[in-house]
């Protein structure tokens, strides 16, 4: 492997760390919110969730959906509590309290230091509702929504940058699911009035649901041709899951990943330069993780309850390896990719699990999404990687070696992740670090387990890194030792400072 300071993808965009909460099972309601738990604050918000969400610095969080928001009123989450209506969740056959709305949502984001991305209603809804939650949001007052936001406490507009139009509504699954043109249109048209309304906004078009939609990429070309003037990202969504139990090819699922990423560039320029634009679409992958533990026992769950346990994935150590690889693929394609969220954060499909009146602990994939962002700020770097390579059902030349490269101008760091795919051998890696002479391992981090199902519970946490890593520097060169199947974080820093003094 080679590395190089003038290699250069991009200097990343920290919102690439981004995080997602929909009003889904137990996200909000035992997750952020829950006024009886002993660690709530004044606001009826876990005090222990908001320490473990500002632990990973999640620098944005989407909200209110997904799928939830298709059939959302905003106007039922804000105002007297007592007076907000109960609804059904026909999203999630769930039943939506209102409790908690856009500006208790506002109120948890700033607790956690992130920025809110805020999703429309496009399913049931349109222009009209998404241009009075932007004025409700964004403006300063004076008029018919500005006014009520101070009614109802807020004195200071929310100023939410981010704004998604509708979700996934390429889906058969999205209640007021759209053909291309249809959304195109609507898209193209809310976009517009939303900008009329604050033109300091971004805003994300949909694009597919999933890599495997039959109508990818031909949704992206087409809802692009409606889109591209009005809208600064198109957003992908992916999951992945070992349903056939064969890890080896489990693993290589971010190959797929890369793919897609890709094919929406292609997409995205091909329609820029059909269009003669100036404008270069950014990615905002807004929903990607590991998600199919928790579908069959979702069917057995009652419908029409409030809160009800949805979609409680509990991840294995095999899981977290492969997270840590979409991770890298993230900072691989950093310069397009300027966003991208973590769906979810809480309960849900998410790295930070809580009982309902009780505790809270750490999924397995909240080891490589936390060092990952924490430690991935700055410049991402393109490592020239020579591996060993194998197939597996769906995919040919598949490296053993995933690795992405970070360099920290700011604390003259080098943080190479690396991911082993070999179930097997321990991988030994050569890295020419060339530009980077004098510096030391200060920290290697390692995500390993004899056991890829092994798992994390409230009271037994199975699969945690430790930083006994092997890697070493020998002749101006950085030896990177990666057990079997395991996710690796090698920190370097420059330890004498100028002076000769060890740091
Ligand atoms: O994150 C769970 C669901 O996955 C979201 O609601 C939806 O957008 C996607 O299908």
Redesign the pocket.
């Known amino acids: 492997m080679l590395l190089d300071k003038e290699f250069v993808i991009s200097e990343i965009d920290p919102r690439i760390y981004g995080s ?1 909460i ?1 009003q ?1 099972g137990r996200a909000v309601y035992g997750g952020v919110y829950e006024p009886d738990h002993p660690t709530a604050d004044e606001n009826g918000f876990r005090q222990d969730v908001i320490d473990l969400v500002k632990q990973l610095q999640v620098p944005i969080i989407r909200y209110p ?4 928001v298709s059939g959302y009123n905003w106007e039922d989450g804000v105002g007297p509590k007592e007076e907000r209506p109960r609804r059904l969740d026909l ?1 999630w056959n769930a039943l939506e309290t209102n409790q908690v709305g856009t500006n208790e949502f506002v109120d948890w984001s700033k607790a956690v230091g992130a920025e809110v991305m805020m999703a429309v209603n496009l399913g049931t809804r349109g222009i009209d509702a998404a241009r009075n939650l932007l004025e409700y949001s964004n403006h300063p007052g004076g008029t018919y929504w500005s006014e009520l936001r101070k009614q109802h406490g807020y004195e200071e507009p929310h100023n939410i940058k981010t704004w998604c139009l509708g ?2 509504m390429d ?1 058969p ?1 999205q209640i007021g699911q759209k053909t291309a043109h249809e959304y195109g249109r609507l898209a193209a048209e809310t976009g517009k009035v939303m900008k009329l309304v604050d033109p300091t906004i971004e805003l994300v078009s949909c694009g597919s ?1 999933g890599s495997g939609m039959p109508t990818f990429p031909e949704w992206e070309a087409t809802t692009l041709e409606h889109t591209y003037d009005f809208v600064d990202y198109i957003s992908l ?1 992916q ?1 992945y899951g070992n349903r056939d139990n064969d890890t080896a090819n489990y693993l290589a699922n971010t190959l797929d990943m890369d793919n897609f990423i890709k094919t929406v560039i292609a997409t995205c320029d091909y329609i820029k330069a059909k269009k003669r634009s100036k404008k270069t679409m950014k990615l905002s992958f807004d ?1 990607w993780n590991v ?1 199919f533990h928790s579908n069959d026992q979702d069917k057995e769950i009652e419908p029409w309850t409030i809160a009800p346990p949805q ?1 409680e994935d509990i991840y294995t150590f095999e899981d977290a390896i492969l997270v840590g690889s979409m991770l890298n693929t993230l900072l691989k394609h950093s310069d397009r990719v300027r966003i991208a969220c973590m ?2 954060l809480v309960n ?2 998410a790295p930070i699990m809580t009982e309902t009146g009780g505790g809270i602990w750490k999924q397995t994939i909240f080891y490589p999404y936390y060092y990952t962002s924490v430690y991935g700020r700055g410049t991402a770097l393109n490592p020239i990687i020579k591996s060993p390579k194998y197939d597996s059902k769906d995919f040919t030349d598949v490296p053993y070696l995933d690795s992405s490269v970070v360099y920290n101008e700011e604390d003259d760091e080098l943080v190479i992740f690396a991911v082993n795919r070999h179930l097997e051998n321990t991988l030994k890696v050569d890295i020419d670090i060339r530009s980077f002479e004098g510096m030391e391992v200060v920290e290697h981090v390692v995500l390993e387990n004899d056991d890829a199902k092994a798992t994390n519970t409230l009271d037994n946490e199975q699969v945690k890194p430790h930083s006994n890593g092997q890697s070493f520097i020998e002749d101006n060169k950085l030896v990177g030792v990666l057990p079997k199947m395991s996710w690796n974080m090698i920190r370097l820093r420059q330890l004498s400072n100028a002076n000769g003094v060890s740091l």
């Not at 959906?65 to 939830?68: I, L, R, T, V, Y």
């Open positions: 997602f929909e889904l959906g997904g799928n939830m999203a979700n996934e889906g699954w649901s969504h999951y929903e998600w979609l769906a979810q849900v499909i």
